[in-house]
């Protein structure tokens, strides 16, 4: 395979606004999704259903299947009694179905196969597990005993200090010190967590094939060939659709062990398992709750001397998850001194895990609350507050940034958004019986380019190409923008180009993440072109093929990668019943080259959107009692509705950053997602005077 | 206790043998593969499963399919059919499906079958005169504003956060369906 640093990609269909590739497919309902692809087998698949504990910790004492066999139908229980077993047990939240213990309420105890989905659900409740209970910890408050991780997600230091924050805080002529907390959150996909799963006995061993609903074909393959003790590519998982992800399906979750535990006594016949939503909430991941306590010292013109973000916060005992909530607050501001701190409480709860922007969204909300309330304390436009604490250099690394353009952003919204008629204080606008109010706040995202990325560009006859890497579109537009690079660095026509993504059986590919896919992909697609052209011509032969990786870029090394945006939101509250509407959202973007108008332009309106429902609705609460979420279904857990989402827009600055990619774009899923909660509290202030600190931000706050 | 029931899905007449607790949803994903209808929470709180069934939109997730024998049912897959596209153009589109790919009214994809049967459903209704919670005369046809697509279209969920576009490609095949005067 060859290495090399992809030069930058002329342009002829980057940029231009195409019409997802998949669509007709998506709106007709024929594009298959994980438990969708018919498989042959002569009596048809089997159906697993999960059976989840009661207890929140303890051991089972017995499972009691006699009932459920007894149903028409059942064909099997699985329990830690019976289940095969895995090889790599070092994971506890994929080591199901293999002993006593119980660490959550929810966790998988057994697994019922059946001929149908209805003889398996029926069985599953037949199950009877008796448990001996053990003392659990469920709730975290600040009482609560915490220790501090070697690291937060992925890999950052876990606490960071510079200067004398003490001093300087003592020093300052305004200090904002306030607590914000924002709440369990879950990610809650269109699509649940779905994997079918079918062993091929084979004479030089079994071979495991998932159709699985992930954001990592390859990450899935890896995983489950070390959890099922196979060899890596005896594993082939295919996933051309997926129904959404935002994290959740980023990793490999518990169902789909459970799946190949349960397909492998029936050699060739395919095993289906659908989580339910409601088992989503325990199984497939969420944001951790966030208590913040944020310290801001700045002189009377609201530049800051001292920035101070401490973040309590929650990981389950099985498994660390330390979400990085405070990295933000390292790069935003000119701070001369700073602190950063995360500390955790481990309790007896299900397991934690990314939710788009992990870190910076629920970082965003604390930071961008808190530089709302010094602008009012300073008697400084918040917009203002912003601008006159901008850097060039990132203060946490001392790295120049690659393309800072935030106030750039912050100018345009502003003049967009009309944001030069806000009156200056607050509950001071009303329209009827409405209080109105505007907000804003900044945004921003890391420019992410994963290792680890292959393409291969294979010669067709006619003048056609075949370009394959194990991406996975999940929404995003994959389909469509992958198509658009791999023409213009093939200098060929769109039609040319035959995409093949979404197969563990293509070349490796990372995790659909981070909002990494395009940069890391997209580089691996052109620097495969290059190499191609380079070893084959203009004209190849039908069959030449070249597979490529792209090198890592040594300048890309010296800056510090992120995006940037603003975000304006406009706040009615009713003034009798709290009622909140929010009849505008804007955010402009500084995103790099963006690929496909389009596609982009949904991925962002979409961050926006999902920032407004966790502003205003989404709220996963716990039973104190057991610690599971009782808000356990979309009646329950409130996400943005139509009647909910009014005028949202999206815009973004020309640019190009081929320091980050050879397309000149970053990524732009998550961007539009960070900001925006604050931006909305921030404008329900404005309209108030009522700071609220605590999302999701609600009526009753206001009354 | 199994059950045979006669369905029309998508034009074609079949049979099928079902449990009777089987969910109209079941009985077309897992026994007549149809996978067009999706099934986001099998509660009726997300509409993704949404069809036409004998004409009106329909939550098939709520539903036995044993209380719907002989039913009609047009799903996504069928809805070029319904416009009027001939057995030989099953690639064509119902107006709506075109404006929800103009607009990009999608991402992910998985709620939309079930967005585009409701649109078709919702757009008959207010054709029809059925009010809604934000009309506000009750005796006049509504008039199909934002608010009103807004309103009426909440039943479907979209996780992506599509609404806008979703919106605009409604109120597109709205104004297109008044100028040509058909849904």
């Known amino acids: ?703 | 206790m199994e059950r045979e029931v006669a369905l029309t899905v998508d034009g074609v007449r079949r049979t099928v043998t079902v449990d009777t607790r089987t969910t109209l949803l079941d009985a077309l994903r897992e026994r007549l593969g149809v996978t067009n209808p999706k099934k986001g929470c099998d509660h009726g709180q997300c509409g993704s499963c949404t069809v036409l069934l004998d004409g009106r939109r329909h939550l098939t997730c709520l539903s036995l399919a044993v209380a719907h024998d002989d039913a009609e049912i047009v799903t996504a897959g069928g809805l070029g059919r319904l416009a009027g596209a001939s057995t030989d153009e099953s690639d064509r589109l119902h107006p709506v499906q075109e404006a929800f790919l103009e607009r990009d009214g999608l991402q992910c994809g998985y709620c939309t079958p079930g967005q585009v049967c409701s649109a078709v459903g919702m757009l008959d209704e207010a054709k029809q005169g059925h009010p809604s919670y934000v009309t506000e005369d009750l005796e006049e046809s509504p008039e199909l504003t934002d608010e009103e697509i807004r309103e009426r279209m909440s039943g479907n969920l979209c996780r992506c956060g599509a609404y806008v576009n979703i919106l605009a490609a409604v109120r597109q095949a709205a104004q297109d369906s008044v100028r040509q005067g058909s849904v």
């Not at chain 1, 640093?5 to 590739?21: D, H, K, M, Q, S």
């Not at chain 1, 659908?274 to 088992?279: D, G, I, Y």
């Open chain 1, 1 to 703: 395979m060859t290495e090399l640093i992809p030069a930058p990609v002329p342009l002829r269909v980057i940029g231009t606004p195409l019409n997802r590739v998949d669509g007709h497919a998506k709106v007709t309902g024929s594009a298959a999704y994980a438990v969708e692809h018919p498989l042959e087998h002569a009596d048809g698949p089997l159906h697993a259903w999960m059976v989840q504990s009661t207890v929140a910790k303890g051991r089972i004492t017995e499972v009691d299947a006699a009932a459920a066999l007894a149903q028409p139908g059942v064909v099997t229980v699985l329990h830690h009694g019976n289940a095969p077993r895995l090889s790599d047990t070092e994971d506890r939240e994929l080591t199901v179905l293999q002993d006593d213990e119980v660490g959550f309420r929810g966790q998988v105890v057994a697994c019922v196969v059946a001929e149908s989905p209805e003889a398996a659900r029926e069985g599953a409740a037949l199950v009877r597990v008796t448990y001996d209970e053990e003392p659990h910890r469920v709730e975290m408050t600040l009482d609560t005993e915490r220790y501090t991780p070697d690291k937060v997600n992925p890999a950052y230091p876990t606490d960071t200090e510079d200067g004398d924050v003490e001093a300087a805080l003592g020093d300052a002529e305004v200090v904002v010190d306030q607590t914000y907390r924002t709440p369990y959150e879950h990610n809650n996909p269109m699509e649940p967590h779905a994997t079918m799963a079918v062993w091929h006995d084979q004479h030089d061993g079994p071979r495991l094939l998932l159709y699985d609903s992930t954001q990592s074909v390859h990450s899935v393959a890896s995983t489950l060939g070390s959890v099922m003790g196979i060899e890596r590519s005896r594993v082939h998982v295919v996933a051309p659709h997926v129904g959404g992800g935002f994290g959740s399906k980023g990793l490999p979750h518990c169902h789909v062990v459970v799946a190949a535990l349960a397909a492998r006594a029936h050699s060739g016949r395919p095993v289906k398992l659908a989580m339910t939503r409601q088992q989503m909430f325990a199984l497939a991941g969420y944001r951790t709750a966030t208590i913040q306590r944020i310290r801001l010292g700045a002189d009377r013109d609201g530049q800051l001397a001292a920035t101070d973000h401490t973040v309590v916060e929650q990981t389950s005992a099985i498994k660390e998850f330390a979400e990085q909530t405070a990295t933000i607050t390292r790069m935003m501001y000119a701070s001369p001194a700073r602190r950063t701190r995360h500390r955790l409480v481990a309790l007896d709860v299900a397991v934690p895990s990314w939710m788009r922007a992990p870190g910076e969204m629920p970082g965003s909300v604390g930071l961008e609350m808190a530089m709302d309330e010094l602008a009012y304390a300073c008697g400084v436009d918040p917009v203002v507050l912003r601008e006159r604490n901008d850097t060039d250099v990132d203060p946490g690394s001392g790295k120049p940034f690659n393309n800072r353009r935030l106030v750039e952003c912050l100018h345009r919204g502003a003049e967009r958004f009309g944001w030069s008629d806000r009156p200056v204080e607050p509950r001071s606008l009303q329209d009827g019986e409405w209080w109105v109010g505007t907000g804003v706040a900044s945004s921003t995202y890391p420019a992410y380019v994963m290792p680890g990325n292959s393409a291969t560009v294979r010669a067709l006859p006619e003048g056609r190409y075949a370009v394959t890497i194990g991406a996975v579109d999940i929404g995003t537009g994959a389909w469509t923008v992958l198509t658009q690079i791999a023409a213009d660095a093939l200098a060929c026509p769109l039609e040319a180009v035959e995409l093949g993504i979404g197969d563990s059986s293509l070349p490796s590919a990372s995790v659909a993440g981070g909002s990494s896919g395009t940069s890391s992909w997209g580089s691996a697609i052109v620097a495969a072109a290059q190499a191609f052209r380079e070893e084959h011509g203009a004209d190849p032969a039908p069959g030449d093929t070249t597979t490529a990786s792209p090198e890592t870029v040594p300048a890309r090394e010296e800056h510090s990668m992120h995006s940037f945006g603003a975000v304006f939101a406009r706040a009615r509250v009713h003034r009798y019943t709290g009622e909140i509407r929010i009849p505008r959202l804007l955010g402009v973007y500084s995103v790099g080259r963006v690929v496909n108008p389009t596609t982009a332009r949904s991925q962002l309106i979409g961050g926006l959107t999902m920032g407004l429902g966790a502003a205003l609705f989404e709220e996963s609460y716990r039973d104190p009692r057991f610690g599971h979420v009782v808000t356990q279904d979309l009646a329950t857990y409130h996400v943005a509705a139509h009647a909910d989402v009014l005028d949202v827009d999206a815009e973004w600055l020309d640019e190009e950053d081929t320091l980050a990619t050879p397309m000149g774009s970053r990524g732009i899923g998550e961007i539009g997602i960070v900001g925006t909660a604050a931006a909305v509290a921030n404008a329900t202030y404005h309209a108030t005077g009522v700071r609220v600190r605590e999302l999701p931000v609600t009526a009753d706050r206001f009354l």
